[in-house]
């Protein structure tokens, strides 16, 4: 499947402010693809290195789960699967290396690898990308959750 924007990918629970993928190029069972693009009216650049702003790595971390969870998720949408979680929570991130900054405008295009998928986990080997030049990259932990955990 390709090509997935924003209104497509509602079966993440994330909203604005802080559903950062923009859209889901590709995905299957093995990988996803994904594309985030941070506008400059993004809040967080306001105080995060004012007069050099650049995208936090926390957050270059949660587009990037976000992009795996959703190919994930669209994927076994696909296959109807009935066992399906609802969504997928953040539980981990190794091996994290932040390669380039990330600009204000920029594009991040990211790519995950699914390493592991069962038993209400999931391992992943993600990637971001600016114009070709890794960006970011790290191995996360997800867990599977029926359904959204309400407050």
Known sequence: ??????????????????????????????????????GVERDF????????????????????????AAGVLAWRR???????PEILLFAG???VRFRRQVHPGETLVTQATVLRLGHGIG????????DGVLSAEADLTCMEQ??????
């Open 93 to 95: 991130a190794d091996n």
């Open 45 to 68: 650049f306001r105080g995060h290195f004012p007069g050099h702003p650049i995208v936090p790595g926390v957050i270059l971390l949660e587009a990037m789960c976000q992009s795996a």
């Open 146 to 151: 029926k359904e959204p955990t309400r407050c």
């Open 1 to 38: 499947m390709n090509d997935m924007d924003i209104k497509g990918i509602d079966f993440l629970p994330h909203r604005e402010p802080f559903l950062f993928l923009d859209r889901l190029i590709s995905y299957s069972k093995e990988d996803s693809v994904g594309q985030v693009t941070f």
């Open 123 to 130: 391992k992943f080997h993600v990637r971001g990308s600016v």
């Open 78 to 84: 696909d296959q109807n699967e009935k066992a399906a």
